[in-house]
């Protein structure tokens, strides 16, 4: 680019239209640019201490140079400062107060200052353009956008947009890919960020998003709205198993998104590096859809736990493999595709477990009801796991059980209750051992069995009660269970995240917050009696 500040008056304008076109930018934003280029260069030659001013004519190219000088009666800064009578000889209208204009001549700028406002002009406008980037892009976070590899620099691929630049980093690239630079490619748009350095547009390939964009590029019935990508789960370059449903009856949802001969779903496996794609039918029912996203494994029985958001899956024993898949890659994506965490077991492990807990649950009622195993047994064959279920069901309901009268459900319903008072002596005795206070046991929704496990894990006040946020009172523990593939019998792996301290409670968000604000409730109550010592102390 030349020197705006020595270019005549059509090549400054020519200047700032090339600059603009070739930038996509406001003309005027590279015109306000040369005039702030010009200010700084010509205060480096009458001095910084002065107020100068220029304006570059956008339509005729003529500049004018001029300082800022305000009237006083005496002078104390002569740089941007003018007595009246100086002032009137430049303006006659001048009097104590104003600011008025003084004319400079052009100046003939040597070669660094010309470089300066070069290199003043080239920072305003690349800012324009980051910001022209920015309002371009920022709105288009979802989109799937095609770009031209520019570099591949630590790993991450750095991808041009045409009047961008955007990053697809290392994790989300499909694994195994190999960019070349020079080559085109999609990706789809995660986010798009404001940064000093300019926007910064994160791309990805990996993202489900990305694959479900496709399908819909593909498949004009999803593009249409009539069939509906409902969940979707990847594990990029290897396996992926979306969930699709149609609006339109007559349409078959997974036929239209395979397409003639697979047509349509191998334009998408080809984009993603042979990924391979379960196509699946969604339904509302969580069973249905459980069984469906664990194909191709067939599924004995399905048993949910809405409350730990938790499925149980029995598949028969030579079935159990295919259920788990490689590397436990089946259930990992129905997992994610269900947004539950499914635990698979074969029919003899859950008939196992069904024994164990029967056994258990008969043991604790035989001793806890002092009755005897047939009884105890018919109790858990009509559904009862706990004490409270039997001390609190309809005195009516009970009586209707086989082989039961009203005066045997009413000699149960006691014996619950005091085995129900019994327990909770034990742990009030429990409590008071570990040192926890009182007061606690006045907070709301807290049992005995409760104040036993905050005791155990150092929580004794009300004070170290109301210390903790909700979340680390009442935070349900994640338990994963996986299974690894082979010949050789499944073994079970557990990892937990650490949850609540009352986290096996399955108290709810609104019980926990109530409890925390109650522990904390003498905090303000101390308040005023020590606003009341203050004032005292000061009279």
């Not at 479900?212 to 004009?220: G, I, S």
Request: with cysteine.
């Amino acid at each position: 680019m030349a020197s705006p500040i020595s270019a005549n008056r059509a090549e400054l304008l020519a200047i700032a239209t090339s600059v603009a076109t070739e930038k996509m930018i406001d003309k005027e934003i590279v015109i306000e640019a040369m005039e702030e280029a010009i200010q700084k260069s010509a205060r480096n030659r009458y001095g910084a201490e002065n107020d100068i001013r220029a304006k570059l004519d956008p339509r005729t190219g003529d500049l004018r140079l001029w300082r800022v000088v305000e009237v006083v009666e005496e002078v104390e800064d002569y740089f941007k400062q003018v007595d009246l009578k100086a002032a009137q000889k430049l303006d006659a209208d001048a009097k104590l107060g104003d600011f008025i204009v003084d004319p400079l001549p052009p100046v003939d700028l040597g070669r660094i200052d010309a470089q300066s406002a070069k290199q003043v002009i080239f920072q305003k406008v690349r800012d324009a353009e980051r910001d022209r980037q920015y309002e371009e892009f920022k709105d288009r976070a979802g989109e799937v956008v095609t770009g031209v590899i520019k570099s591949v620099e630590f790993g991450h691929v750095i991808v041009n947009l045409g009047r961008a630049e955007g990053v697809i980093r290392r994790d989300q690239q499909i694994p195994r890919e190999v960019a070349r630079v020079g080559e085109r490619v999609r990706a789809y748009i995660v986010k798009v960020e404001r940064q000093n350095r300019g926007p910064q547009i994160f791309l990805s390939r990996s993202h489900p998003e990305f694959m479900k964009k496709l399908f819909a590029q593909e498949v004009p019935e999803i593009y249409d709205g009539i069939i509906t990508i409902q969940a979707a789960a990847r594990d990029p370059g290897s396996r992926a198993k979306i969930g699709v449903i149609s609006r339109d009856s007559s349409i078959d949802p997974v036929g239209a998104c395979v397409g003639m001969k697979g047509s349509r779903v191998q334009a998408v496996v080809q984009e993603l590096q042979g990924e391979k794609i379960d196509i699946i039918p969604w339904s509302e029912d969580t069973a249905t859809f459980v069984v469906n996203a664990l194909q191709p494994a067939t599924v004995s029985r399905v048993v949910i736990d809405e409350e730990e958001s938790r499925i149980e899956v029995v598949v028969p024993d030579d079935q159990l493999s295919l259920a788990i898949g490689r590397r436990g890659q089946n259930v990992r994506l129905a997992s994610q595709l269900t947004g539950s965490q499914i635990d698979i077991m074969t029919e003899a492990e859950s008939s196992e477990k069904r024994q164990k807990e029967f056994a258990e649950r008969s043991k604790m009622f035989e001793e806890e009801l002092d009755v005897d195993e047939t009884l105890s047994q018919l109790l858990v064959a009509e559904g009862f796991s706990e004490l409270e279920e039997v001390a609190y069901i309809e005195l009516a309901e009970l009586a209707t059980i086989e082989g039961f009268d009203e005066e045997l459900a009413e000699e149960l319903q006691s014996r619950a209750s005091e085995a129900l008072d019994r327990r909770e002596e034990a742990s009030r005795e429990a409590r008071r051992a570990l040192g926890v206070e009182d007061a606690l046991a006045e907070m709301p929704h807290l049992t005995e069995a409760m104040l036993v496990t905050l005791g155990k894990a150092g929580i004794k006040t009300l004070d170290d009660l109301a210390d903790l946020a909700t979340d680390e009172l009442i935070a349900k523990k994640r338990v994963e269970q996986r299974r690894r593939d082979g010949s050789a019998p499944a073994r079970r792996e557990r990892t937990e995240d650490k949850g609540g301290v009352l986290g096996e409670y399955s108290l709810s968000e609104e019980q926990g917050n109530e409890i925390i604000m109650a522990a904390r409730a003498h905090w303000f109550d101390d308040e005023p009696n020590e606003e009341a010592a203050d004032a005292d102390s000061s009279q």
